[in-house]
């Protein structure tokens, strides 16, 4: 199973930049590692989607490592509305189709 | 563009209840997923389907079922309703195969079982 694990929570102040690492031990050679926000009350939305090394675009850049064993979302310059909880999302072992969420990450930014 | 579209977007059932929640796509998209996100928690995977006839079940499938005869609808049904079964659920779609895609997703349907 590729299941993933980040940490449960993190908080930062505005301005700071902010790094949340997903593990994802049994990556599948084909799958993508993708990166959500969710908001109370709404669906996730898209952030970020990476297969190796590094990906940015304009809100977020994603580190990957050669192993592809674990991914870090990087949020530059937070500000209050980054306050959201963070998904990464991969594929469940080889079945890439069977899309599992983990438990998240909650960030609370601070003014 | 309407996206995925869920309804109803609220409902109160009283236990042993039955009811369907619809979702609808119109973006041509094989794959549809339903999750459910309990208060405070993350999204656990109920059912989900590669293309009409075709369904599989996720991590929480107990107490539901799914069907998927066309390409734009993967209703979820809840039989004989639970308190255990108060949730939001979201419907999800995704183009094509998983890598390199993004999945689209409802607003969510608020289910309350009393």
């Known amino acids: 199973l590729a299941k993933t694990t980040q940490p449960i929570s993190m908080d930062s102040y505005e301005g700071q930049e902010v790094n949340i690492t997903c593990s994802h031990n049994?990556?599948?050679?084909?799958?993508?590692i993708t990166w959500y926000q969710q908001f109370p009350s709404q669906g996730p939305r898209f952030i970020i989607q990476?297969?190796?090394t590094k990906v940015t675009n304009e809100v977020a850049s994603l580190f990957i490592p050669a192993d592809r064993k674990s991914s870090t979302l990087s949020l530059p310059r937070v500000s209050l509305s980054d306050t959201a909880v963070y998904y990464c999302?991969?594929?469940?072992?080889?079945?890439?189709?069977?899309?599992?969420f983990g438990t998240g990450t909650r960030l609370q930014v601070f003014p | 563009n309407a996206g995925v579209t869920q309804t109803p977007k609220f409902r109160i059932l009283k236990i042993g209840q039955s009811m369907t929640l619809q979702c609808t796509q119109d973006m041509n998209h094989n794959y549809m997923y339903w999750y459910r996100q309990d208060p405070g928690m993350g999204l656990k995977l109920i059912y989900y389907?590669?293309?009409?006839?075709?369904?599989d079940k996720g991590e929480v499938p107990n107490g539901y079922n799914v069907s998927r005869s066309t390409t734009e609808d993967f209703p979820l049904r809840l039989e004989l309703a639970a308190p255990s079964q108060t949730s939001v659920y979201f419907c999800?779609?995704?183009?094509?195969?998983?890598?390199?895609?993004?999945?689209?997703f409802g607003e969510g349907s608020w289910l309350t079982v009393v």
């Open positions: 999302l991969v594929g469940e072992g080889d079945n890439t189709d069977k899309l599992i």
């Open positions: 999800a779609s995704l183009g094509g195969g998983w890598s390199g895609n993004t999945i689209y």
């Open positions: 389907s590669v293309g009409a006839g075709i369904t």
């Open positions: 990476g297969y190796k």
């Open positions: 049994n990556i599948a050679t084909n799958d993508y």
